[in-house]
């Protein structure tokens, strides 16, 4: 069982930065892929970031690509996600999760994790 534990979010004026940490349980978090999803009132969730158990190489979002990082601490079981230059359009409840097995990083049906998710609100 994995349990995951998202913090960071909060409300932030657009142009400016927020950091979501993702603390992970479980002895084997060096072996997942763990990514970013995020869901806007009315939209589907969505793929945002994903990185490899060993850090590289990542995956982005187009539409965060350049914006966004994403990190990780294996000796820490956290992943990161580093947001700058937020604009509107970025409002959404952020959610980590992990991938176990493999898989494209970008759909959230190869996840097997997920946490409750943080709210992130930018306002214009």
């Known amino acids: 069982q994995v349990q995951l534990v998202e913090s960071g979010g909060g409300l932030v004026q657009a142009g400016g930065s927020l950091r979501l940490s993702c603390a992970a349980s479980?002895?084997?978090?060096?072996?997942?892929?763990m990514g970013w999803f995020r869901q806007a009132p009315g939209k589907e969730r969505e793929f945002v970031a994903a990185?490899?158990?060993?850090?590289?190489?990542?995956r982005y979002a187009n539409s965060v690509k350049g914006r966004f990082t994403i990190s990780r601490d294996n000796a820490k079981n956290t992943v990161y996600l580093q947001m700058n230059s937020l604009k509107p359009e970025d409002t959404a409840v952020y959610y980590c999760?992990?991938?176990?097995?493999?898989?494209?990083?970008?759909?959230?049906?190869?996840?097997?994790?997920w946490g409750q998710g943080t709210q992130v609100t930018v306002s214009s």
């Open positions: 479980g002895r084997t978090f060096s072996s997942y892929i």
């Open positions: 999760a992990a991938d176990l097995h493999g898989g494209v990083w970008s759909d959230l049906n190869n996840y097997d994790y």
């Open positions: 990185i490899s158990w060993s850090g590289a190489p990542t």
